[in-house]
Structures are given as structure tokens and as C-alpha cells.
């Protein structure tokens, strides 16, 4: 067993056993910026995204319900359609200032401590991701590697010249046949000290459900209008690393994102010199970016465990899993072991015809709003749970999208003609299985560490959970990305069908992992309870302020 296995046992008991270090104090004065910040490179203002129609946000959350309408079909991915994926999803769209029970709610009217909403969910609201764009021959740009700017919703170039072929010779030759075919990519990392100086050691687990929440966004963006989101999880991560000019132990590259282009190569590798499927390059040619990230903080610290998870993540980069390796760390099936009788059914999941631009500007974190008096409809439950349900990362470890890697449990609270329990989620039956009768709210509260969210009148929480040992038994410590990635992936479908059914929603990771198991009846199993995602109407009339950027 590798350090990820030590590591993900920490993180599951860590409500009752603290990560080290446990005397860590988060200076806010001298905190990192919600971005990187290049102060010498060229920006470029991406094409607005106003004209753009929106789409329904079903053909995405319920992909086997809802197909997607020809007219909103795409041959491809086109600047303007870039634009707009990236604005909706990690670009800043409005500014918030509702009155909730958020810790951070004093300082949100100075302009220094604004809340600026985004369409995906972030960990902490600190969002660490870099995302850069390895643009090639196809797109209408001079070929180049850009840094999306989120503040300006701009383009910044850190390099001219089309390195895709150094980014497919990074993915490898075993990399999936349409990521070897593009010549366009989306390459994401990860700053570490954006996220670790508030959650030192539990950070790693932090960011890589960072990851899931923005390729779901994307996936869910994507599918339609016909085009596939696909992330690439295993590749020379040390070679991108030094392409994008970062050291690896303070930034590093997550994954890769292939785009189909309008008018791009197409069924088609790129001309290859090794007769392996490997583009032709110069090993002596090492082109890297040369700008640096301003650093805002004056003080940075390191953290043993989050260094050492890198370091176990890195290991084994280029050995892609072989196909099926996963298939032994897929959700059960069958009942869980304390399902007892009734079986509840659910009304077949429907969403209403809400654009997914909507969905993504509307959802929102409810923080202490749910109001228990209007219950949530069964009707409503079964369409969140089949989103969640639905959820895949699709990445190269699983290229046809059909491994379910977590399951779904739920809490009832307040739920029209659903008893108060604890339920497990059959997605296949659409129907809830009895694992714990009677009232959850004093348990649900007991067992939350902040005071931010009232979970006692949420209509349900739903509690995502993966067999994380077994997919690093499966695929190796760097599994832990995809094991976790893939709750983070859940959240974020699980807060755009609130959104679009017009509901509260609330994700958070301070919870005790260990009481949930053991109430779940899963202490004698591999399955861990990894996010608690609350839902239900918010009281109405509260205070709020709201202005839209985008």
C-alpha cells in the first residue's frame, strides 16, 4: 500500500483524530489571491457571450432522459463557444451579499472581502485551479499557450508557438484515440498554496474535488450541445509541469482536457516519426513558459502530508491503468448491509426546461436558509439523486463513461410522503432503501463542525460515497485524484439540479466521516462517506443583493 491509503484514512477520521498540523492558524491578512496574477503578459479580452443561446440543463444531468436537440447541436468546439464555457463556469459572474450565517458575512461589503459568484463550486470558495489553453493550428488564434484570466475574462498569452504536439507526446501513446486526435487542450492545475493556507495538510483532499466540480461543469456545459468533455487523469506530469513553468511541488498539472475543434483534424492522429502514435518532436527543443506568478503572499508554508501526497500522486504519472482496472472499485450494487424493509419508490426523475447558463448563475451555497416549512417534493428528491447518480468523470481510466464510482445515501429530514430516515439510493429502481428509521436532524448537526448550515431543516442531505481504498488498490495512489475528484463531480451536479428546480443547496466537507459510516452501517465495508450536500427551500424573503457582472 502507498501513502494514499494513510492519507485517505487521515482524512476519513480526521473529525475525531486532527491532521497535523493541529496548532495551524490561517493569517488572512497574508493570504494568497483567488488567481494567479501575470503581470507582464499580454491579455487578450475573449469574445462576449451574450449572444450566445443557452440550452436545457437535462440532456447533461439526465443524459438517457432528455435527448439533445438537434438545433443545439455544435460541429465543435469555436472561440466564441470556448468563451462562454469558460465565463460560465469559472469566470466571475456577479457579486453577492445575501445575509446568511456564513462566517465571512462582516467582511463581505468591503470591496477586498467581496464575494464574487461563479458557476462552479469551489472548496472554501478559494477556487485554485490554473486553467491554460494549448491552442493549435485549428483555432483562430496564433497557435500559443494562454492562461485564462478569470477577473478579466481574458486570455493571457505565456507563449507562442503550438506546443500541442509537446502535450500529446506527454499523454502518451496509450492515451485515449480522440485525445491524441485534438489539437486543441485545456490543461488544469493546481496551486497548491491558494487552497493549504487555509487547510494545510487536508488541502490535497480539498483540491482534488476542485478538479471533479469544474470538469463536471464543463460535462455538463458540453453535452448539449453535442460535444464531449473527456479528462485525462494519467500523462508525463514533471513534462507539463515544465511546459507551464511551475515546480511541480508548488503547482501542478491535475489533468488535461482534449477539445474538439470546428474544422479540426478528425479521425486522425497527428503525423507521427516513431510509428507508435507518438507526434514527431525534438527531444532537445524544451519550450517553457518564462512569466511567473506573482505570489500576493509574503509567507508561505509548507505541509508535510500535502508534500507527500504530491510526491505519492506523481509517482507512477505515466502508467495509465489498463482498461478495466477500475471495474473492481465500482459502486455496489446490491443493497447496503443495514437496508432493511420498506422499499420507498421515487416518481421518475424529470428537471424542468431550465437553461444550463441559468442553472450556473443561480446555484448558490444556502448557508444557514433552509426553512423546514415548505417541504421538498419527492419528485424533487428523485431528479437530484438521478443527477448525482448519473455523474461520471468519463476520464481515461474509464473512456465509455458507464463506471458508476459512487453511490448515493440520503438523509430525509422534510420530504413530502417520505418518512423521516436514513435511505440508500437505488438509481436503477429509482427507490429508497431503509438503512435508519426516525428523526436525523439532531444527528446530522451533532456531527457538523461549523455553524454555518441549519442541516435539521434541510429538506434532505445527501451523502456521496466511493470505495477510495479500492480504486487505489485498483489504479495506484494516484487514483486518490480520480476517487475524490469524482464526489467533487457529484457536488457539482448536485448544486446545478438544485439550482434548476429552483432549490437551496449546500455542500461541505466538515463533517464527521466515521459517525456517518457507522450510522450508514459501512464500518465493516470500503465505502466512504466523502461530502455532505444538503437540500431544500430557503426561508423566503430574506435579504440579499445581487449584481451581475456577466
Request: aromatic share 8%; glycine share 10%; charged share 20%.
Amino acid at each position: 500500500m502507498g501513502y494514499a491509503h494513510e492519507y485517505a484514512h487521515a482524512v476519513l477520521h480526521r473529525g475525531r483524530v486532527p491532521m497535523e498540523p493541529t496548532d495551524h492558524v490561517v493569517d488572512w491578512a497574508d493570504g494568497p489571491r483567488k488567481g494567479k496574477f501575470y503581470p507582464d503578459a499580454p491579455a487578450f479580452a475573449l469574445p462576449g457571450t451574450e449572444d450566445l443561446a443557452d440550452v436545457p440543463v437535462a440532456p447533461g444531468l439526465l443524459p438517457d432522459s432528455v435527448p439533445t436537440r438537434d438545433a443545439d447541436r455544435a460541429p465543435g468546439f469555436t472561440l466564441p463557444l470556448l468563451s462562454a464555457m469558460l465565463r460560465d463556469s469559472y469566470g466571475l459572474t456577479g457579486r453577492r451579499l445575501g445575509i446568511q450565517a456564513n462566517t465571512d458575512l462582516a467582511g463581505l461589503p468591503f470591496h477586498t472581502h467581496a464575494n464574487w459568484s461563479r458557476g462552479t463550486a469551489g472548496g472554501g470558495g478559494l477556487y485554485p485551479m490554473g486553467i491554460h489553453w494549448a491552442s493549435g493550428p485549428s483555432a483562430p488564434l496564433t497557435p500559443g499557450l494562454h492562461h485564462y484570466d478569470v477577473q478579466r475574462h481574458a486570455l493571457q498569452r505565456l507563449l507562442t508557438g503550438d506546443v500541442t504536439d509537446r502535450v500529446r507526446d506527454a499523454l502518451g501513446a496509450d492515451a485515449p484515440a480522440d485525445a491524441l486526435d485534438a489539437d486543441q487542450y485545456l490543461i488544469l492545475s493546481v496551486k497548491y498554496w491558494q487552497n493549504s493556507f487555509k487547510y494545510n495538510s487536508f488541502s490535497f483532499h480539498v483540491v482534488c474535488t476542485d478538479l471533479g466540480t469544474l470538469v463536471q461543469t464543463w460535462r455538463l456545459w458540453a453535452a448539449p450541445r453535442g460535444l464531449r468533455i473527456a479528462p485525462v487523469l494519467w500523462f508525463d506530469e514533471p513534462r507539463l509541469n515544465e511546459l507551464l513553468g511551475v515546480p511541480g511541488e508548488q503547482e501542478a498539472v491535475f489533468g488535461v482536457v482534449p477539445l474538439h475543434w470546428a474544422g479540426g483534424p478528425s479521425g486522425r492522429r497527428p503525423a507521427a516519426a516513431d510509428g507508435a502514435g507518438r507526434p514527431r518532436t525534438d527531444p532537445g527543443h524544451r519550450p517553457a513558459v518564462r512569466h511567473r506568478d506573482a505570489e500576493r503572499s509574503r509567507t508561505l508554508l509548507d505541509f508535510d502530508a500535502l508534500r507527500a501526497m504530491h510526491t505519492a500522486t506523481l509517482a507512477g504519472a505515466t502508467e495509465r491503468p489498463a482498461p478495466g482496472a477500475l471495474a473492481a472499485a465500482a459502486a455496489p450494487t446490491g443493497p447496503p448491509p443495514a437496508a432493511t424493509e420498506p422499499r420507498v419508490p421515487l416518481p421518475e426523475p424529470v428537471l424542468p426546461d431550465t437553461g444550463v447558463r441559468r442553472s450556473l448563475r443561480e446555484r448558490r451555497s444556502s448557508f444557514g436558509r433552509f426553512d423546514a416549512r415548505r417541504r421538498v417534493a419527492p419528485g424533487e428528491l428523485s431528479a437530484v439523486l438521478a443527477a448525482c447518480a448519473q455523474t461520471r468523470l468519463a476520464g481515461d481510466t474509464d473512456p465509455s463513461g458507464r463506471l458508476r464510482l459512487a453511490r448515493l445515501y440520503a438523509f430525509v429530514n422534510h420530504v413530502r410522503d417520505v418518512e423521516q430516515g436514513a435511505y440508500a439510493y437505488d438509481p436503477d429502481r429509482c427507490e429508497l432503501r431503509l438503512v435508519d428509521a426516525g428523526p436525523q436532524g439532531s444527528f446530522l448537526q451533532r456531527n457538523y463542525f461549523l455553524a454555518n448550515y441549519n442541516l435539521e431543516q434541510a429538506g434532505a442531505v445527501l451523502v456521496p460515497t466511493v470505495r477510495t481504498t479500492a480504486v487505489l488498490d485498483a489504479v495506484g495512489d494516484r487514483g486518490y485524484r480520480l476517487a475524490v475528484g469524482t464526489a467533487g463531480a457529484v457536488a457539482q451536479s448536485f448544486y446545478v439540479a438544485a439550482a434548476a428546480l429552483g432549490l437551496g443547496a449546500g455542500v461541505a466537507l466538515g463533517f464527521d466521516n466515521v459517525s456517518y459510516a457507522e450510522r450508514l452501517g459501512l464500518t465493516e465495508g470500503d465505502e466512504a462517506p466523502l461530502l455532505i450536500m444538503a437540500l431544500g427551500h430557503e426561508r423566503p424573503g430574506s435579504a440579499d443583493f445581487r449584481h451581475e457582472i456577466a
